[in-house]
T-cell receptor, first 113, second 115 residues
Framework: DGGITQSPKYLFRKEGQNVTLSCEQN?????MYWYRQDPGQGLRLIYY???????QKGDIAEGYSVSREKKESFPLTVTSAQKNPTAFYLC????????????FGEGSRLTVL | AQTVTQSQPEMSVQEAETVTLSCTYD???????LFWYKQPPSRQMILVIR??????QNATENRFSVNFQKAAKSFSLKISDSQLGDTAMYFC????????????FGTGTRLKVLA
């Protein structure tokens, strides 16, 4: 089935540890996005990528890093520099053939202990 | 920089009534897309309706319609004949058509439909 797979769904991390969230898509979409969702703050853009080997910072990129080595994959690393990493993270994709709609994964819930 | 503002954190409406959710945005772009997304308790994001800025006609999708005022940079969502299943978070979103692909969202409005 076509879609976006995020993993893991739930993740626990100790303070000071880096953690990587996976996002894989088989929709053949060019653009991929990472958002962070906190209560009362909506979806805030962390990073986005329009093509392979290229990505741009969003509004809250500090403490995060990404890579886009393959069209299908856009992993997000939450580093120890991120001061408040506990949140719900959503990956999304966008394709030229669509009507501007973003397609979302099911999300990953990260909790820092 | 583009911004999207939703000034109503929470709203409620009686079943079968009509409710309007507000959204304003700021951009220097002339051509862009605007969207409303719904996020039910399952947290799965669902596209409700979209509007291209170059189209003057307001978009409609069944019980959902928008009031797009380009000069005022306003994009409100009207839900008619509200149903219990409409209970969700609603997010307004913006994407420029210039090819930058930066897709941003507002802070959301939590809508509760009351029986």
């Amino acid at each position: 089935d076509g879609g976006i797979t995020q993993s893991p769904k739930y993740l626990f991390r100790k303070e000071g540890q880096n953690v990587t969230l996976s996002c894989e898509q088989n929709l053949n979409h060019d653009a991929m996005y990472w958002y962070r969702q906190d209560p009362g703050q909506g979806l805030r853009l962390i990073y986005y990528s329009q093509i392979v080997n290229d990505f741009q910072k969003g509004d809250i990129a500090e403490g995060y890093s990404v890579s886009r080595e393959k069209k299908e994959s856009f992993p997000l690393t939450v580093t120890s520099a991120q001061k408040n990493p506990t949140a719900f993270y959503l990956c999304a994709t966008w394709g030229l053939a669509g009507h501007g709609e973003l397609f979302f994964g099911e999300g990953s819930r990260l909790t820092v202990l | 920089a583009q911004t999207v503002t939703q000034s109503q954190p929470e709203m409620s409406v009686q079943e079968a009534e009509t409710v309007t959710l507000s959204c304003t945005y700021d951009t220097s772009e002339n051509n862009y897309y605007l969207f409303w997304y719904k996020q039910p308790p399952s947290r799965q994001m669902i596209l409700v309706i979209r509007q291209e800025a170059y189209k003057q006609q307001n978009a409609t999708e069944n019980r959902f319609s928008v009031n797009f005022q380009k000069a005022a940079k306003s994009f409100s969502l009207k839900i008619s004949d509200s149903q219990l299943g409409d209970t969700a978070m609603y997010f307004c979103a913006f994407m420029p058509a210039s090819g930058t692909y930066k897709y941003i969202f507002g802070t959301g409005t939590r809508l509760k439909v009351l029986a």
